[in-house]
């Protein structure tokens, strides 16, 4: 048996928007069938609402590295020492102005191996108005020696649990074309091709 430890979450709905401060985040443990249900390999983990200033240097680790994998097959990705600050600023702004979450996975041992930031989003007036507003997973990423144990799936959950909470029926995130190991991710959590971006350059 495993458990997972779902942050602020209670029933699986998140009671919070953004920890951006203040003591650690609550845990509850949810045992039993959950692991069958999501196929993860036995394993204990956390997954917790994120708590500042005590997370970010992780995060800022987490965005460095997904920046570093996804400049391997995308060229525009920016390397210069500055990017990752002025994003983390504006993921913050985000998160506050969109009624965000932010997670943290931890293993059993405590160690931050992973990271999910989603967030209200609003489609153009031509879609339905039940899928016109829904919850858009912006970040996730999972440190290399931790994937293939059930982070990321857990993180998935975990968001779209949030995005239940709010009332959104729809969950949405945006993947890299070249980044195929992120489809084959999102395709097993059942996440199906909506909008394909095509670029020229002039």
Known sequence: ????????????????????????????????????RYRFKPIAMTIREVCLPDDE??????????????????????RDPDWAVEHWREVQHRCAERHGVMLI???????????????DERAELFVVEAERHHGFLAELYVVPEARGKGYGRALIRACEAWAKSRGHKLLTVGVLAGNEM?????????????????????
Not at 57 to 78: C, K, M, V
Not at 192 to 200: D, E, I, K, V
Request: glycine content about 10%.
């Open 57 to 78: 240097p992780a995060i800022l680790s987490f965005l460095h590295g997904l920046q570093d994998y996804e400049a391997d097959f995308e060229p525009d990705r920016r």
């Open 105 to 119: 996975a931890e293993e059993a041992a405590g160690g931050k191996v992973g990271w999910a930031f989603a967030h």
């Open 1 to 36: 048996m495993w458990a997972i430890q779902v942050g602020q979450m209670r029933c699986l709905k998140v009671q919070r928007r953004c920890h951006l401060g203040g003591p650690h985040s609550r845990a509850m443990t949810m045992l039993g069938s959950i692991s069958n």
């Open 182 to 202: 992120a489809v084959r991710a999102y395709d097993a959590a059942g996440y199906r091709p909506y909008t394909l971006f095509m670029r020229r350059y002039l």
